[in-house]
């Protein structure tokens, strides 16, 4: 079946360094891949995503390529600032069906 | 713009008690299921619906039963409550058709549940 993993946390970080948060996926066909974020206290909310090998998915500076060959969905921004503390979700969506599955959760820390 | 609404927020219950979480969403939105959230789990998921009258089962089902009588709404009842149901639930709703191939979920600000 389909799986998503993702790198265990915490990631603790100063403000203006640069993030990197790994993501790998299994999954017959194409399916669609997501990053969730969540802030405390609240639900998720989609951060990107992306629906077909090569794409981008891009927003609020940050940034993940659907990688086919290396089954990969990696978050990347170039500078993160304290606001951008919360747990972030990588998921994925099968082909020709609704379920999303997500991997565990990294729980970023940004200090300022 | 209320979007996807659960109730209640947090609840205690005592082992063997049973209730009910409400959803409820406005956006007309085919698709619904809910998740737990667990401590290094991520979500897993419980229950979905693909429409009113279609419901199927997720990861995690035992203890758990849902219906979908109207397209807004998509309650999940605790029938006998176990201390291993305590965690955080979540319901979310996407559209089915029209917009396939993004699938974006939205999500609800969460239940917090404890079993006692």
């Known amino acids: 079946g389909n799986s998503v993993t993702q790198m265990e946390g915490p990631v603790t970080l100063s403000e203006e360094a640069f993030l990197t948060i790994n993501c790998t996926y299994t999954a017959t066909g194409y399916p669609s891949l997501f990053w969730y974020v969540q802030y405390p206290g609240e639900g998720l909310q989609l951060l990107l995503k992306a629906t077909k090998a090569d794409d981008k998915g891009s927003n609020k500076g940050f940034e993940a390529t659907y990688r086919k060959e290396t089954t990969s969905f990696h978050l990347e921004k170039g500078s993160v600032q304290v606001s951008d503390s919360a747990v972030y979700f990588c998921a994925l969506r099968g082909t020709g069906g609704f379920k999303t599955i997500f991997g565990a959760g990294t729980r970023l820390f940004v200090k300022a | 713009n209320a979007g996807v609404t659960q109730t209640p927020k947090f609840q205690v219950l005592k082992t063997g008690q049973s209730m009910t979480l409400q959803c409820a969403q406005d956006?007309?939105?085919?698709?619904m299921s809910w998740y737990r959230q667990d401590p290094g789990m991520g979500l897993r998921l419980i229950h979905y619906s693909v429409g009113a009258g279609i419901t199927d089962q997720g990861e995690v089902p035992n203890g758990y039963n849902v219906s979908r009588s109207t397209t807004e709404d998509f309650p999940l009842r605790l029938l006998s409550a176990a201390p291993s149901q305590t965690s955080v639930y979540f319901c979310?709703?996407?559209?089915?058709?029209?917009?396939?191939?993004?699938?974006?979920?939205?999500f609800g600000e969460g239940s917090r549940l404890t079993v006692l």
């Open positions: 979310a709703s996407s559209y089915s058709r029209g917009e396939v191939g993004t699938g974006e979920l939205f």
């Open positions: 956006m007309n939105h085919e698709y």
